[in-house]
């Protein structure tokens, strides 16, 4: 596997609750360098035209790419990529925060969502165990993206919506340590699927190529 890859993509169906960790695409890596470009080509692959961003079939995927997780600056960004309900073009926002971290050392380089989940559920994604769980959120919907970090505890790797997205407004981000991807509606998809908030954990480690570079 390319150095600066964790090797795995994780991909939850939140309507059956069930999850399976594949391996990452090494050409498609090499090719769409950076988690916009393999979370394009995903979207791009997956999704036929016409289908209702806010409905289903529209998958949200979480990406990073082969900086994410090392001390190079401005690395901490990661990308949700999904089909825009606002513009029903390829929707895709970046954020700042340590949640692309999280996913790394969960040993996680894309966290594909499917489905939609019947009632407010949370994920708790240990990549120590290669464990998801699914946890009720009825006590945390409604609740604003501070609070709802708050609760979850701030110190851990959250990205979270709040009541914009929970109601589907059609320019709702998602928020992970008070920075937001703000941009085509990814939050309102996260609502769609009636996902609160997304916590990962793990201690993995990456290998690079050059470290001191």
């Known amino acids: 596997m390319i150095k600066g890859y964790a090797g795995r993509i994780l991909e939850v169906d939140l309507k059956s609750r069930e999850f399976a960790f594949e391996p990452l695409d090494e050409e ?23 289908i209702d961003p806010l409905g289903p079939a529209n ?82 919907w409604g609740k604003g993206t501070y609070a709802t970090q708050e609760i979850l505890g701030k110190r851990k790797y959250h990205a979270v919506i709040g009541p914009a997205g929970e109601n589907q407004v059609l320019f709702a981000g998602i928020v992970s340590n008070e920075r937001i991807a703000g941009r085509t509606g990814v939050g309102a998809v996260m609502g769609s699927k009636r996902l609160k908030a997304i916590t990962v954990a793990g201690s993995r480690k990456l290998e690079m190529d050059d470290p001191d570079q």
């Open 28 to 50: 498609t890596a090499r090719l769409y360098i950076g988690g916009k470009g393999y979370g394009t080509r995903l979207l791009y692959d997956r999704t036929e035209p016409g």
């Open 59 to 140: 998958p949200l995927i979480f990406a990073t790419g082969p900086l994410n997780g090392s001390v190079a600056p401005q690395s901490n960004r990661f990308v949700v990529v999904c089909k825009s309900p606002l513009t029903g073009g390829i929707g895709n926002a970046a954020c700042g925060g340590s949640f692309s971290y999280g996913l790394k050392r969960a040993g996680i380089d894309v966290l594909i969502l499917v489905n939609q989940s019947e009632r407010p559920v949370r994920l708790e994604i240990d990549g120590d165990s290669d464990r998801v769980e699914f946890i009720d959120a009825g006590d945390l």
